[in-house]
Nanobody, 119 residues
Framework: QVQLVESGGGLVQPGGSLRLSCVASGSIFSLYVAGWYRQAPGNQRELIAS????????NYADSVKGRFTISRDNAKNTVYLQMSSLKPEDTAVYYC????????????WGQGTQVTVSS
């Protein structure tokens, strides 16, 4: 069992930056691929960034590539999402996800944190 707690959301002006954090507890964090998803009102939840267990590989959705950076610190059981050049269309609830790549049933979600990009 893995518990995930996100923080760092808030209101930011277009062009601004935010850093989201997700702290994991309850298991060996490096065993899990970590990802950030987001869901805007009326839209499906979408994967925007992911990082493998030891941070060797990252992937990004085209919509955030070049603006967002995912990273992790396994010593702190934390995954980060650095968001820059934010746009109003980035407004959404952002969710942290941890998924065991070997056993797909081991997948966990945080409670979400709201990011609002508005002037």
């Amino acid at each position: 069992q893995v518990q995930l707690v996100e923080s760092g959301g808030g209101l930011v002006q277009p062009g601004g930056s935010l850093r989201l954090s997700c702290v994991a507890s309850g298991s060996i964090f490096s065993l899990y691929v970590a990802g950030w998803y987001r869901q805007a009102p009326g839209n499906q939840r979408e994967l925007i960034a992911s990082i493998t267990g030891f941070g060797i590989s990252t992937n990004y959705a085209d919509s955030v590539k070049g603006r967002f950076t995912i990273s992790r610190d396994n010593a702190k059981n934390t995954v980060y999402l650095q968001m820059s050049s934010l746009k109003p269309e980035d407004t959404a609830v952002y969710y942290c996800n941890a998924r065991n790549p070997i056993k797909s049933t081991l997948e966990y979600w945080g409670q979400g944190t709201q990011v609002t990009v508005s002037s």
